[in-house]
């Protein structure tokens, strides 16, 4: 062994707490900024995994790359610490979620410590601390003051394992994303953020972002904008209305039926007595499927008349009423018009029950399928001969006129759901006083904290373990009796605006100072999991959005670029993590055994960042091998001169260059190739000048920075390598070497290959001849002549 990992890494890391090497000063404003992010972890009980250090280390190299560059870079890192990981953890293992956070907190600190990331540790953040969550409660007292934090009764996703209601981000396929346990809906009083109406703005912001375009398009799924009308069906023979919402109005002469989802508030009212055992029946049977089976669409159509008709208002005609569970209680209205003729499903659902089916559109052959693409209107009276742009058009002045419906906006995108029925969460600022007003508290009493509860564990029953703690529940404000909320933030509530705070975290006049946001956001590059796509990334968007509207946060976007990073997956391939412990590897166990460097220099080198990779002891090997070739060559080799003999200039400024590219693009592991290319290069040449060296030196730092120091320590300096200025390159010496020749016969191109300058006329001949394409075109032939213009085209003539 060449170096000692264990010695070296310790030195390092003491070094850089000592020296404060990575504080930011973040009220300098003479060098431009830099601001990386990390998503940060979730203090489990388990330590870091081997997919945290992934993202982590890309984000420390481009921040060593961006100091070197003569930027001032902020690079901190905190803990997401309250909410249901947390506290399941705690349960799991029978600790308070309390202590136990805090003592996971030092074991990841320690753990981050030891993998060399240059964080400014001055600037970490944790949800759970009161000085945080004084301000999460202090941005959600804007939110309610402004209306858009409201507490109503809905359905809701209930877990009753978890014991709390869940936001739909966090159901998966009718389970909890955490723990997969069954969801079922239910009416509960909630407290949500109206999300809804950042829908325009949230979908508007993701053309102005560097993100993934399948993270964007996630989002705008989600958001599920879709542009149609209301259009109002009065019951036949009753008082009762129902409204449905429909993309395509101008198809309203096809509507033959209607459909109510079986949860519909209508259903008993106007199903008729000889219906009534069938629909109940027939609803009873849905309440257990999830929207997903539901849905599917090739899933064969069930439903049942429920006896009671209803008028279409365009022409009166009464069609009837059905109940299916094809129609979902949760989007749009929770009932539509069928058209069957030109809608796949309603057309099922009319063949199977006999319902007429009358086309409205020109075109297909609807004695087989529905006609679902354009075509002129037909059949639809004052909309005859319109295309669908002006039949819709005329279809809502009709309706608006006629005082039976209008244009209409859908979002799939629900109320934010922003209360748990848990213990470790933020408590929500507010008093319910007994005269049924609700009360915010005033700033000089937040933070709110959260009282020491014994107990902590949720109940089955909705019931919030804080009710439980009754001096704490019960106050008095100005003479009059009050009851606080109960129920706590979400775990994405503190993760909604963290980023904010690390730019300024001790303030206690203001969540951050205006100025520093104005400065430093937005964050330059975001780095996390995919798993994130949707919650997380929408809802900071959300909360950024509204700070900007207030005047409190200078920009509407949070992060301008944002990269995933790829699952780090078992050796078999199979992802990591809590489904299979086995294959876990631990980051301490690889630290101890081959050093940080090498864990870093092989997470980058396993391949592309965004890309899932399989584990490989050998791959770890191998990095810690080419670490100690360099470290040899460097420090030992005796090869390092002042006088450069120019055997390596090619390959140096190739090097520097390729190194800085690929790092500004996150293309690490190509990076990582290039370095091996110059190492190799290196041990092949005679000497090696010393001002290469050194600027190899400062490449490798950014992946292996405790071994970039010690080798710059022993090229005999004496001071950080951390703001050494960058190497350059020259281009001059990178000129192309190859030439392309272009190949003709008979005076047409047929081809073309590349060859080093300077190639003998003979040698371009016999390339030019084994070509396939020139091959095909003279077979048969005889060649009359090839003429060779040097370095650029050959000509052959044949026939
Ligand atoms: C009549 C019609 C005719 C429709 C036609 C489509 C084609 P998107 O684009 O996803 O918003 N719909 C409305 N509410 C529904 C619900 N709760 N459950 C199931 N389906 C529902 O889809 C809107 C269309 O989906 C609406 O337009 C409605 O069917 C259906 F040729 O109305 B349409």
């Known amino acids: 062994m060449s170096f000692d990992h264990k010695e070296i890494e310790k030195k390092w890391q003491n070094y850089w707490d000592e020296n404060q090497t990575f504080y930011t000063d973040v009220h300098d404003f003479s ?4 601001y990386a992010l990390d998503m940060f972890p979730y203090p489990s009980g388990v330590g870091l995994h081997a997919g945290h250090p992934e993202g982590y280390t890309a984000t420390d190299i481009v921040c060593r790359m961006k100091r070197m560059q003569g930027y001032n870079v902020l690079h901190p890192m905190g803990f997401d610490s309250f909410g249901l990981p947390a506290e399941q953890y705690a349960i799991q293992t029978g600790n308070h979620p309390d202590g136990f956070t805090k003592h996971n907190i030092e074991v990841f600190t320690k753990q981050l410590k030891m993998l060399g990331f240059s964080y400014d540790w001055t600037k970490e953040v944790s949800t759970c601390d009161p000085d945080f969550y004084k301000w999460t409660q202090w941005i959600f007292k804007q939110l309610f003051e402004d209306g858009l934090a409201k507490c109503v009764e809905m359905p809701v996703n209930w877990c009753e394992e978890l014991g709390t209601v869940l936001a739909n981000d966090e159901v998966v396929d009718g389970k909890s994303e955490r723990g997969g346990y069954p969801v079922v809906r239910k009416n509960m009083r909630q407290w949500v953020i109206d999300i809804v109406k950042y829908a325009d703005r949230l979908l508007e912001g993701l053309d102005e972002i560097d993100w993934p375009e399948s993270t964007k398009e996630m989002q705008r799924n989600w958001i599920g904008k879709s542009i149609g009308a209301h259009v109002d069906f009065k019951v036949a023979g009753h008082e009762e209305s129902f409204t449905v919402f429909t993309t395509r109005c101008d198809t ?38 999830s929207e997903l089976e539901r849905t599917q669409l090739n899933k064969d159509k069930t439903g049942v008349f429920t006896g009671a008709y209803a008028i279409n208002p365009v022409n009166g005609k009464e069609i009837p009423i059905w109940i299916s569970d094809y129609v979902l209680a949760s989007y749009g209205t929770g009932a539509i018009m069928a058209v069957p003729a030109h809608d796949t499903r309603d057309y099922e659902f ?52 006629h005082n039976c419906g209008k244009k209409h906006v859908n979002y799939r995108l629900r109320e934010w759901i922003f209360a748990r029925q848990r213990y470790w969460g933020e408590p929500i600022p507010i008093v319910h006083m007994e005269d049924g007003d609700m009360i915010a508290l005033s700033d000089d ?5 959260l009282p020491e509860l014994e107990d902590y564990s949720p109940s089955k029953t909705g019931a919030s373990p804080l009710e439980k703690a009754d001096s704490w529940v019960n106050v008095e404000i100005d003479g009059k009796k009050g009851k606080r909320e109960t129920s706590t933030m ?3 509530a503190g993760s909604s605006w963290y980023f904010l705070r690390y730019i300024d975290p001790h303030n206690d006049k203001e969540f951050a100072d205006y100025e520093l946001l104005k400065h430093w956001m937005p964050v330059d590059l975001y780095i996390g999991g995919p798993e994130h796509a949707v919650g997380h990334l929408l809802y900071s968007r959300m909360w950024t959005n ?14 301008k670029k944002l990269v995933h990073q790829g699952y780090i997956l078992g050796a078999n391939g199979i992802k990591m993590g809590k489904r299979f412990p086995e294959f876990v590897v631990n980051p301490n166990d690889v630290v101890e055994k081959y050093g940080a460097d090498t864990l870093r220099l092989y997470e980058m080198f396993m391949g592309p960042l ?72 290196a041990y092949k040449a005679k000497t090696l000048y010393k001002g290469y060296a050194e600027g190899f030196v400062k490449l490798l730092s950014c992946y292996a920075p405790h071994l970039g120091e010690e080798m710059w320590q022993k090229l005999g300096h004496d001071q950080s390598i951390a703001y050494e200025p960058w190497p350059t390159y020259d281009e001059s010496v990178l000129v192309e070497e190859n030439v392309t020749i272009v190949v003709q016969v008979n005076g047409k191109v047929r081809g073309k290959f590349d060859v080093p300058v300077g190639t003998q006329e ?28 040097k370095g650029k085209v050959i000509n052959i003539v044949a026939n």
């Open 610 to 681: 965004e890309a899932s990779k399989p584990w490989s002891e050998q791959g770890v090997e191998g990095s810690r091998k080419w670490l100690e070739r360099v470290y040899r060559l460097i420090v030992e080799s005796g090869k390092v001169t002042e006088e450069n003999d120019h055997e390596l200039d090619k390959v140096y400024n190739a090097t520097v260059k390729k190194v800085s590219n690929d790092i500004e693009t996150l293309s690490l592991n190509t990076a990582i190739a290039q370095m091996m290319i110059f190492i190799n290069d």
């Open 490 to 492: 979400p775990g994405s």
């Open 445 to 449: 009493q937040l933070p709110l904290i």
């Open 252 to 289: 309203l002469f096809g509507a033959t039926y209607c459909v109510l989802a079986p949860e519909h508030r209508l259903i008993d009212m106007i199903t008729t007595e000889d219906k009534k055992v069938e629909v109940e029946a027939y609803k009873a049977a849905c309440a257990t499927k």
């Open 546 to 559: 509204y700070l900007y509207d207030k005047g409190l946060v200078p920009v509407k976007e949070p992060f």
């Open 31 to 34: 060098k431009p900024k830099y």
């Open 762 to 789: 003979d040698e371009l001949k016999e390339k030019a001849l084994e070509l396939e394409t020139v091959k095909r075109q003279i077979e048969g032939k005889t060649i009359r002549k090839v003429i060779v213009v």
């Open 350 to 401: 009319a063949k199977k029950f006999g319902i007429e089916i009358i086309p409205v559109l020109e075109g297909g052959n609807i004695e087989e399928e529905a006609w679902t693409q354009d075509g002129v209107h037909i059949n639809s009276g004052f909309l005859d001969g319109l295309n669908k742009e002006d039949a819709i058009n005329a279809m809502i002045d009709w309706l608006e006129e």
